[in-house]
């Protein structure tokens, strides 16, 4: 299977929130008690994770063909952060998210920066083990950037679906 992975356009950003929604589902209903599950809340739209500053990388299976995941970094204050990879649940499995991952380093390298971060599930297997094999390995936050994402992600009751860790991928050979 070929996998094409490009910057994401503006045509491309109404689809990002159906991706995002579909392969949170995956979680959602394996992770979130039922009786929460009604308030989980829906994916940003593309147009607000395009305004952040960073950049948004998609993948299609065929060029020609629709959206089948994305990956979103966050470059705030010279920080490349990996915010959201996501891919259609019938898509999964397929080397698309590492594909995206594998892209999402190789800009942030060609952009100056030194290493990526990301925040996620210690014990999800499509989380930190698979991030894991990505080449990240589980870091301290030592900015306040990242200091203020363990706040949020307490502040937003994440903790209660389990561990948070902190993941960091040098991009030294990138």
Avoid at 90 to 100: C, F, P, T, V, W
Avoid at 125 to 146: Q, S
Wanted: glycine share 8%.
């Amino acid at each position: 299977m070929t996998t094409i992975v490009s910057p994401a356009t503006d045509a491309d950003l109404p689809h990002l929130q159906s991706v995002e929604d579909a392969s949170d589902r995956l979680f959602v209903e394996q992770y979130v008690p039922l009786p929460e599950i009604a308030d989980w809340n829906g994916a940003p739209s593309g147009t607000q994770r395009a305004a952040a500053p960073g950049f948004l990388l998609v993948a299609r299976e065929r060029a020609d063909g629709p959206i089948v995941g994305f990956v979103h970094v966050l470059e705030p204050a010279g920080i490349a952060h990996l915010e959201q990879l996501s891919v259609l649940p019938e898509h999964g499995r397929r080397g698309l998210g590492r594909a995206l991952v594998e892209a999402a380093l190789q800009e942030a390298a060609a952009r100056g920066h030194h290493v990526v971060t990301l925040r996620t599930y210690a014990d999800v297997p499509f989380n930190a083990p698979f991030y894991r094999t990505c080449g990240f390995e589980v870091t301290e936050p030592r900015t306040a950037f990242h200091r203020r994402l363990v706040e949020v992600e307490k502040q937003q009751g994440l903790l209660r679906y389990g561990q948070r860790v902190q993941m960091t991928a040098d991009l030294a050979d990138f």
